[in-house]
């Protein structure tokens, strides 16, 4: 059953149906939301907020977009509260930060080779690009992870943003290019990215 149909009945009244909502969409809003605040604990409630926001919001729903895209924007804007709700908040910061005592986004690398050499340098890139992807500016991170992780097209990622495609783009290029000089030390090729 499609989502339009899945929300009809849920507005109808069958509330138990959006359970197929949430079945559907729950890993992708999961991971969108790792992507961009990077800590497991912290995008399971944000994910899981937006549900809840998108549930009571439902009958704004007006299909315009999929409802996928309508999520996503919660899911985002529910980061973006978090983020700036968690930089309003004092820190202490240790000069000699630990990226492992951290929570940064990890990406599986597969050897194709299956040397127990590359494997070692394949989990440190993996390390690398997780810290390096996390240390993006909050638009430059959700538009790589919405356009490059999440997979979506540059119209869904704008869309998803609220802004044009001109400036999913441009967060998209500027994203690559600090990733490119951030991890050049483990990637001898150029072109990579």
């Known amino acids: 059953m499609d989502d339009t149909e899945v929300i009809s009945a849920v507005l109808a009244g069958d509330i138990d149906r959006y359970a197929e909502l949430v079945t559907r969409y729950q890993a992708a809003a999961w991971r969108l939301a790792y992507g961009v605040v990077g800590n497991m604990e912290d995008a399971k409630e944000l994910s899981q907020n937006a549900f809840v926001k ?25 980061c973006k509260g978090f983020l700036r709700h968690k930089a309003r908040r004092v820190s202490v910061v240790s000069m000699s930060a630990d990226p492992e005592a951290d929570d940064p986004i990890r990406f599986d690398v597969p050897d194709p080779s299956g040397n127990p050499r590359d494997a070692v340098a394949d989990g440190e890139f993996a390390r690398a690009l997780g810290v390096a992807i996390d240390a993006l500016a909050l638009k430059q991170r959700t538009a790589f992870v919405l356009h490059h992780l999440q997979g979506m097209s540059l119209a869904e990622t704008a869309e998803v943003m609220a802004c044009r495609v001109g400036t999913v783009k441009a967060h998209v290029f500027r994203a690559c290019e600090q990733l490119r000089v951030r991890l050049s030390p483990h990637v001898p090729e150029e072109g990579w990215l």
Do not use: C, D, K, M
Not at 63 to 77: C, D, E, K, M, Q
């Open 54 to 78: 998108a549930y009571q919001r439902l009958r704004q729903f007006r299909g315009h977009a999929r409802f996928s895209t309508w999520l996503y924007r919660i899911v985002v804007n529910e």
